[in-house]
């Protein structure tokens, strides 16, 4: 596609559900990111994903997180058992080099997750 | 500990005046920095970024300034306009091999026509 994008633009969901976002990169980018806007707060790094090796799962803040990239492409996070902390934007990016240019990366708008 | 840091989270310029968007980091290793900016529920868009090894770079109406002694960034914005009126993040790589951004908590700029 053209860009990168999310779905679903917005979640609202009750606490102690689980949640799945959804992100298809900009094709042939091989790197993948997620990351997560709190009210007020920065982007916080959460997870990336370079081709077929191990992703960088550092920045997940607990074990209910978690997230694949099937096939190279799409990605998916998952959060179970949702809390209300965990109500932000989640935005995912993808670039075609393995570490950011001068352009940084490409961002899609975003799911908007409410935990109510 | 935050390694990027935008202390103003609000600014409010009257259009056609100078826009002055600040940054400061702590971290000496970083070599890229970059500005994004951020339209509500639209994903933050890549705006003008600066290497380390240089003191300014302009592009349009954006330059940033780099101090290096002073770990400080700044982006300008001449003449202001009123789709300039989003939220603006400042971000920094960790060298080439980094492979993450880090990015500030960013500064609303409204932009009054």
């Known amino acids: 596609g053209a860009g990168v994008s999310q779905s679903p633009s917005n979640k609202v969901t009750e606490k102690g559900k689980d949640v799945e976002l959804r992100c298809d990169p900009i094709?042939?980018?091989?790197?993948l990111y997620w990351y997560r806007q709190s009210l007020g707060q920065g982007l916080e790094f959460l997870i990336y994903?370079?081709?077929?090796?191990?992703?960088?799962k550092s920045g997940l803040p607990s074990d209910r997180f978690s997230a694949e990239r099937t096939g190279g492409s799409v990605s998916t996070l998952t959060i179970q058992r949702t809390q209300q902390e965990d109500s932000a934007v989640y935005l995912c990016?993808?670039?075609?080099?393995?570490?950011?240019?001068?352009?940084?990366?490409?961002f899609g708008s975003g799911t908007r997750l409410t935990v109510v | 500990d935050q390694q990027v840091k935008q202390n103003s989270p609000s600014l409010s310029v009257q259009e056609g005046r100078i826009s002055i968007l600040n940054c400061d980091y702590t971290?000496?290793?970083?070599?890229?920095f970059l500005w994004y900016k951020k339209y509500p529920a639209e994903g933050p868009t890549f705006l003008i970024s600066?290497?380390?090894?240089?003191d300014k770079n302009e592009d349009g109406r954006f330059t940033v300034f780099l101090n290096k002694s002073a770990k400080h960034l700044s982006l300008h914005i001449v003449p202001s306009q009123p789709g300039d009126s989003a939220v603006y993040f400042c971000?920094?790589?960790?060298?080439?091999?980094?492979?993450?951004?880090?990015f500030g908590s960013g500064t609303r700029l409204l932009v009054r026509p």
């Open positions: 971000a920094a790589r960790e060298g080439d091999s980094s492979y993450k951004l880090i």
């Open positions: 971290n000496s290793m970083f070599d890229y």
């Open positions: 990016a993808s670039s075609p080099r393995l570490t950011p240019a001068s352009y940084g990366y490409t």
């Open positions: 600066i290497s380390s090894i240089k």
């Open positions: 094709s042939g980018h091989t790197a």
């Open positions: 994903f370079q081709g077929n090796s191990a992703p960088d």
